[in-house]
């Protein structure tokens, strides 16, 4: 929409997707599908500040990085153009679930995700997301996320 402001989504620290190829129509549901990859940079600010003598990624960030893929998804959709002045926000009522199956370490060299956008419910709260994804280190799938969600509102 002319003069509308566009949706942000994460920045500085908080970015973990750079590049992404998203299939609108796509994915395990037909409903959409985002593919996602980054370089891991030993030195990224976060294996430090992990437990003491545990330099890993922490399983939260690998959970966030998912939820911007989902709002990368959403834009790429145009699910944004049914609002007036629309932003994100958890979708605090539903609930998600995770494994880990394995820690994203300086010494790895690709992460990857992939989200499959499974269901879209409009309410008065606004539009909620509703996304099954992977995340993958090196070829190997080290977490699944079901339910992944997201909304947006005015």
């Not at 609002?83 to 394995?102: H, I, K, N, Q, V």
Request: net charge neutral; charged share 20%.
């Amino acid at each position: 929409t002319p003069g509308q402001v566009p949706l942000p989504l994460a920045r500085g620290r908080l970015a973990f997707i750079k590049q992404a190829s998203v299939a609108v129509d796509g994915g395990a549901h037909g409903r959409g599908y985002l593919y996602a990859s980054q370089p891991i940079d030993p030195q990224d600010w976060y294996f430090p500040y992990h437990f003491t003598g545990d330099p890993v990624m922490p399983g939260s960030l690998g959970v966030e990085a998912v939820l911007e893929g989902v709002k990368v998804l959403a834009l790429a959709k145009g699910l944004e153009n049914g609002f007036r002045a629309p932003r994100f926000a958890l979708a605090s009522e539903t609930c998600t679930s995770w494994r880990y199956r394995g820690q994203i370490t300086p010494a790895h060299r690709r992460m990857e995700l992939e989200v499959h956008l499974r269901e879209a419910t409009q309410n008065e709260a606004g539009l909620t997301l509703f996304a099954d994804a992977s995340v993958w280190i090196d070829g190997l799938r080290i977490y699944e996320v079901k339910n992944a969600s997201v909304r947006m509102m005015e």
